[in-house]
């Protein structure tokens, strides 16, 4: 595990692992934007690869959609530069930018068509007829649009009309596609749906988009990399997979899905592992797994997500046991709920998370269990204040 990164653009973006600089599409350095007495993004720096799907993830008013709305020219940077294909666009204004946008609204003309709508942007840059009709029953086809092209928005549903977003975003073939959490307004299944299509559409045309949501599992589910985002800084950027084995930080570790912190003490190394005193027991953990060194007694939180602990027989080697208070059954998985016995903390309520129904059978509730944790799915921090 990597040290964490500080609060300054410039370490997120060496995390990032560009290669050189033309496979570089946006690259964004040294940023600050204020609004008022409030710093909402604190020297930012990132590099967003060609072709790449980037998502911008974070609570609410974390500065993700400010960060976005740098990249299309809708705000300005109090300091800092903002580089699309290796040009300044700091001072360009976004028609300038060659931009597409997807808005959580949608953003349609009410009294236009859908091909209107979709070639709106095609006519503000004076693209032939001809071209124009081409380019806009090519966009129709691409989102599945066909036929609907003389329907007003409000003909259509709410899944076409972002299609329809989407198609005039695409139409004028942008360099970067910039989608601000376009997914807010459909239901679960539409939504599910939609994710699968615009990342087909994106990895066809190899298009570089910048993604933003506060939802971790649409951005585990789309992005090639993750940049998780709090209070104006980047804390972590990876591909979706190593973010959530391995957190730099507590809070990406408690924002990226759910997981269990339980209260430890660093007992010592072994070959090439150390040892924490977890309940009655010890548990062994490569190096890697803590990130800092740590003192013989030292008190430390171990993060560990449900699915990486383990219902098992009672036994005297189980460093932690607890008795089953609960069973949340999940469709294709159990959540366990385990009230487990631990001597620094009066009560501890723990989720483990199994495959089909045997644990609900194997443990009734009021049973007594044993638990084990899987070293991998395991990371240790320092207590937060």
Same mark, same amino acid.
């Given at each position: 595990?990597?040290?964490?990164?500080?609060?300054?653009?410039?370490? +997120?973006?060496?995390?990032?692992?560009?290669?050189? +600089?033309?496979?570089?599409? !946006?690259?964004?350095?040294? !940023?600050?934007?204020?609004?008022?007495?409030?710093?909402?993004?604190?020297?930012?720096?990132?590099?967003?690869?060609?072709?790449?799907?980037?998502?911008?993830?974070?609570? %609410?008013?974390?500065?993700?959609?400010?960060?976005?709305?740098?990249?299309?020219?809708?705000?300005?940077?109090?300091?800092?530069?903002?580089?699309?294909?290796?040009?300044?666009?700091?001072?360009?204004?976004?028609?300038?930018?060659?931009?597409?946008?997807?808005?959580?609204?949608?953003?349609?003309?009410?009294?236009?068509? =859908?091909?209107?709508?979709?070639?709106?942007?095609?006519?503000?840059?004076?693209?032939?007829?001809?071209?124009?009709?081409?380019?806009?029953?090519?966009?129709?086809?691409?989102?599945?649009?066909?036929?609907?092209?003389?329907?007003?928005?409000?003909?259509?549903?709410?899944?076409?009309?972002?299609? *329809?977003?989407?198609?005039?975003?695409? *139409?004028?073939?942008?360099?970067?596609?910039?989608?601000?959490?376009?997914?807010? +307004?459909?239901?679960?299944? @539409?939504?599910? %749906?939609?994710?699968?299509?615009?990342?087909?559409?994106?990895?066809?045309?190899?298009?570089?988009?910048?993604?933003?949501?506060?939802?971790?599992?649409?951005?585990?589910?789309?992005?090639?990399?993750?940049? =998780?985002?709090?209070?104006?800084?980047?804390?972590?950027?990876?591909?979706?997979?190593?973010?959530?084995?391995?957190?730099?930080?507590?809070?990406?570790? %408690?924002?990226? #899905?759910?997981?269990?912190?339980?209260?430890?003490?660093?007992?010592?190394? #072994?070959?090439?592992?150390?040892?924490?005193?977890?309940? %009655?027991?010890?548990?062994? @953990?490569?190096?890697?797994?803590?990130?800092?060194?740590?003192?013989?007694?030292?008190?430390?939180?171990?993060? *560990?997500?449900?699915?990486?602990?383990? @219902?098992?027989?009672?036994?005297?080697?189980?460093?932690?046991?607890?008795?089953?208070?609960?069973? *949340?059954?999940?469709?294709?998985?159990?959540?366990?709920?385990?009230?487990?016995?631990?001597?620094?903390?009066?009560?501890?309520?723990?989720?483990?998370?199994?495959?089909?129904?045997?644990?609900?059978?194997?443990?009734? !509730?009021?049973?007594?269990?044993?638990?084990?944790?899987?070293?991998?799915?395991?990371?240790?921090?320092?207590?937060?204040?």
């Amino acid at each position: 595990m990597n040290p964490v990164p500080s609060e300054h653009g410039p370490n +997120a973006a060496n995390a990032s692992n560009v290669a050189n +600089a033309s496979d570089v599409a !946006v690259s964004i350095e040294g !940023v600050v934007k204020k609004y008022h007495d409030q710093t909402v993004l604190r020297d930012v720096s990132l590099k967003i690869r060609r072709g790449e799907f980037l998502t911008l993830l974070g609570p %609410s008013g974390c500065g993700k959609t400010t960060l976005l709305n740098l990249i299309a020219g809708f705000a300005e940077a109090d300091s800092g530069e903002v580089f699309i294909e290796g040009r300044p666009v700091t001072s360009d204004p976004p028609h300038l930018r060659k931009i597409g946008l997807v808005f959580q609204n949608y953003a349609l003309f009410p009294h236009m068509t =859908v091909e209107r709508n979709i070639g709106y942007g095609l006519r503000m840059q004076g693209v032939p007829t001809d071209e124009a009709a081409r380019r806009i029953r090519d966009a129709m086809a691409m989102v599945k649009l066909d036929g609907l092209g003389h329907r007003k928005p409000r003909e259509l549903s709410g899944g076409q009309q972002q299609r *329809v977003a989407l198609a005039r975003a695409l *139409v004028i073939q942008p360099k970067v596609l910039l989608l601000d959490e376009p997914f807010s +307004a459909l239901d679960k299944s @539409l939504r599910g %749906s939609m994710q699968v299509e615009i990342r087909e559409i994106q990895r066809r045309l190899g298009l570089t988009t910048v993604f933003v949501t506060h939802d971790q599992g649409e951005a585990l589910a789309m992005s090639d990399r993750i940049a =998780v985002m709090s209070a104006g800084v980047i804390r972590q950027i990876a591909p979706p997979a190593e973010l959530y084995q391995s957190p730099q930080d507590p809070f990406v570790a %408690s924002f990226l #899905g759910d997981v269990n912190i339980l209260p430890a003490h660093y007992h010592g190394k #072994g070959a090439g592992d150390v040892q924490l005193r977890l309940g %009655s027991g010890l548990i062994s @953990l490569s190096q890697d797994r803590l990130v800092h060194a740590s003192h013989e007694g030292e008190r430390l939180d171990v993060y *560990v997500r449900p699915e990486h602990l383990r @219902l098992e027989n009672l036994h005297p080697a189980s460093a932690l046991s607890g008795t089953v208070v609960n069973h *949340v059954f999940q469709g294709d998985h159990i959540n366990t709920f385990v009230d487990v016995d631990l001597p620094m903390t009066a009560r501890q309520i723990v989720t483990v998370r199994s495959p089909g129904l045997t644990a609900m059978r194997q443990w009734p !509730v009021g049973s007594v269990a044993g638990l084990a944790l899987a070293p991998e799915g395991v990371s240790v921090f320092s207590p937060q204040p």
